[in-house]
């Protein structure tokens, strides 16, 4: 199974633009694609510093739903600082 990791760094005065943004696309993500998981995971922050992202997800063709993914963040791309980066690893296990 192939899993999709996209990390990128958040502006500190945009995370709560963000976090609602991402989770609002993920939902609408999971329920357009049957059998999808999608997570939210953040580096701990640092005061005053950017924060590092990573979305992750499951359970789909996500290889395929890669440029879907990166379509829906590209209404919120504002928010980010930074490149989003766009990782798909296949379990080994």
């Not at 958040?10 to 329920?31: F, G, N, Y």
């Not at 990573?54 to 928010?79: N, R």
Request: glycine share 6%.
């Amino acid at each position: 199974m192939r899993e999709l990791f996209i990390y990128y760094r958040v502006r500190p005065a945009s995370t709560a633009r963000a976090l609602d943004a991402v989770r609002t696309m993920q939902e609408a993500l999971r329920t357009r694609h049957a059998g999808l998981q999608a997570r939210l995971l953040r580096r701990p922050p640092v005061a005053g510093e950017s924060e590092t992202w990573m979305e992750t997800y499951a359970g789909a063709d996500v290889a395929a739903l890669a440029t879907v993914i990166e379509g829906a963040a590209a209404e919120w791309a504002g928010l980010v600082d930074g490149a989003r980066h766009v990782e798909v690893f296949e379990s080994l296990s």
